[in-house]
């Protein structure tokens, strides 16, 4: 069975950084994509970013610059550092998967989802 299970969210300052985690079970890292959404209250679900097994990325336009994603292959864990946090990135946080070579960055392209956590940017 696959499982994503995110973490990490919190209550932050404007200008803070958080790393949040997505620990993966139920399926080999080799040949899926990884990828971080957001949803904010009365908004739609937006792409942050994504990593493919290979190890591409790609970043949302509001985050790019500010976020980076990497991943772990022994923890089959993929990480999210935001760094220079504004109130704008509250939000709470999804990390899905899918089985893909290639990056994917909307979330109707994700089969697997994972709870979300909840990252709160006060100004």
């Known amino acids: 069975e696959v499982q994503l299970q995110a973490s990490g969210g919190g209550l932050v300052q404007a200008g803070g950084s958080l790393r949040l985690s997505c620990a993966t079970s139920?399926?080999?890292?080799?040949?899926?994509?990884i990828g971080w959404f957001r949803q904010a209250p009365g908004k739609e679900r937006e792409g942050v970013a994504g990593?493919?097994?290979?190890?591409?990325?790609y970043y949302g336009e509001s985050v790019r610059g500010r976020f980076t994603i990497s991943s772990d292959n022994a923890k089959k864990t993929v990480y999210l550092q935001m760094n220079s946090l504004k109130p704008e990135d509250t939000a709470v946080y999804y990390c899905a998967a899918d089985e893909r070579l290639t990056l994917a960055t909307m979330s109707r392209q994700y089969y697997y989802w994972g709870q979300g956590t909840l990252v709160t940017v006060s100004s």
């Open positions: 139920g399926f080999t890292f080799d040949g899926y994509t």
């Open positions: 990593i493919t097994s290979d190890g591409d990325r």
